[in-house]
T-cell receptor, first 114, second 119 residues
Framework: QQPVQSPQAVILREGEDAVINCSSSKALYSVHWYRQKHGEAPVFLMILLKGGEQKGHEKISASFNEKKQQSSLYLTASQLSYSGTYFCGTETRKGSGNTGKLIFGQGTTLQVKP | DTEVTQTPKHLVMGMTNKKSLKCEQHMGHRAMYWYKQKAKKPPELMFVYSYEKLSINESVPSRFSPECPNSSLLNLHLHALQPEDSALYLC??????????????????FGAGSRLTVL
């Protein structure tokens, strides 16, 4: 089942902060965050695993509330380069071997203006 | 090499044509994926290969036929497609989930995609 992201779109000025939320109705094993710029491939930002947190990006942080099956991505002191569409991807089971069924939310479009 | 390379970047084909999309990675990843992405929509999982064997098929129509000749290559064979199949097709790969820097996780590295137009 597809996770739900909010908000759908955000417009910021440089230096402002933003929070993007991702929630699931199913018990999650992991939450991934990716950013996709127009015409480009999605790029990995962050992963959060059940029972712990892993940080994949220096200037972006995230949290994972296992009780609520929710994750939040925190963008602080935003830069122009942060513009793009942010997708959360969720796994509801641990894949066997190295297979994983990652389902993406509908995306949050972030626009950072000078 | 930390890239996933997809060819061609653009493909236009008729409904009776047969074509193939290709994907290559040299990162030693043992899982490879095909995703389909429509404009302003998230990527949708189509197929997953693990150690060169098909492990997940998300009920994709048979006009899409995946192939994994070896651990570095992934193909998507296309035949008798419909106009609604026009989309960006993304290939991705992931490392063995037991390895650093993200043990226990399938972190995807995406290619730039092949934009398919079916006339």
């Amino acid at each position: 089942q597809q996770p739900v992201q909010s908000p759908q779109a955000v417009i910021l000025r440089e230096g402002e902060d933003a929070v993007i939320n991702c929630s699931s109705s199913k018990a999650l094993y992991s939450v991934h965050w990716y950013r996709q710029k127009h015409g480009e491939a999605p790029v990995f930002l962050m992963i959060l695993l059940k029972g712990g947190e892993q940080k994949g990006h220096e200037k972006i942080s995230a949290s994972f509330n296992e009780k609520k099956q929710q994750s939040s991505l925190y963008l602080t002191a935003s830069q122009l380069s942060y513009s793009g569409t942010y997708f959360c991807g969720t796994e509801t089971r641990k894949g066997s071997g190295n297979t994983g069924k990652l389902i993406f939310g509908q995306g949050t479009t972030l626009q950072v203006k000078p | 090499d930390t890239e996933v390379t997809q060819t061609p970047k653009h493909l236009v084909m008729g409904m009776t044509n047969k074509k193939s999309l290709k994907c290559e990675q040299h990162m030693g990843h043992r899982a490879m994926y095909w995703y389909k992405q429509k404009a302003k929509k998230p990527p949708e999982l189509m197929f997953v290969y693990s150690y060169e064997k098909l492990s997940i098929n998300e009920s994709v129509p048979s006009r899409f036929s995946p192939e994994c000749p070896n651990s570095s290559l992934l193909n998507l064979h296309l035949h008798a497609l419909q106009p609604e199949d026009s989309a960006l097709y993304l290939c991705a790969s992931s490392q063995d989930e037991g390895k650093e820097p993200f043990p226990g996780a399938n972190v995807l590295t995406f290619g730039a995609g092949s934009r398919l137009t079916v006339l």
